[in-house]
């Protein structure tokens, strides 16, 4: 298996920051994983536990019983980059990173993601994000992005998919612009 299988072609996934609140991102991406057709082992990590649509929440990726080739991880950034050391723990390679607060505010966010990159090296990951869309292959039946979790809104009606190509990129710049005032 190629390393960027591990994103694009998982035969399982951790969503890290699952949720029971209806409109969140952890919970839209949940039930679109679901609605897409995803047929691997969709693991919801949450700390309190409990039952997320329908599956079983574990509170730490590490208490995941199967293994996990993606981590989706939606945890606010103070708290991404102990979950990064625990999905190396657990073996899992491919992450994308959801989660925003990174260097687009600034210095202490700049240093995070500074921090974020140097693990995901060292560990030897592959890794989307951070403050980003996601990723999605079709034809795989796999669909992360953000943007998703508006689709099934009942206030914005349903986007057509793109035709299925062999490359297809979506771009949502994350940082501000500066305008300099002489």
Not at 1 to 8: A, S
Request: charged letters at 25%.
């Amino acid at each position: 298996m190629n390393i960027l299988d591990k994103i694009m072609k998982p035969r399982s996934i951790a969503v890290v920051g699952a949720s029971t609140k209806q409109h969140t991102i952890g919970s839209d991406i949940m039930k679109r994983l679901r609605e897409y057709g995803y047929a691997g082992p969709v693991y919801p990590v949450n700390p309190k536990g409990g039952v997320i649509e329908g599956l079983p929440a574990y509170a730490t990726v590490l208490d995941i019983p199967g293994e996990v080739d993606l981590a989706v991880i939606i945890v606010n950034a103070r708290f991404v980059l102990q979950t990064i050391d625990q999905c190396h723990e657990k073996g899992i390679k491919g992450l994308c990173v959801i989660s925003a607060g990174f260097k687009e505010t600034g210095t202490e966010g700049a240093r995070l993601e500074a921090e974020l990159l140097e693990r995901v090296r060292r560990y030897g990951m592959r890794c989307v994000g951070p403050n980003c869309l996601g990723a999605r292959a079709r034809q795989h039946r796999l669909r992360l992005p953000i943007r998703c979790a508006r689709w099934g809104h009942p206030q914005h009606s349903p986007r057509p998919q793109p035709r299925l190509r062999a490359v297809h990129f979506d771009r949502q710049p994350g940082r501000r612009e500066r305008r300099d005032r002489a």
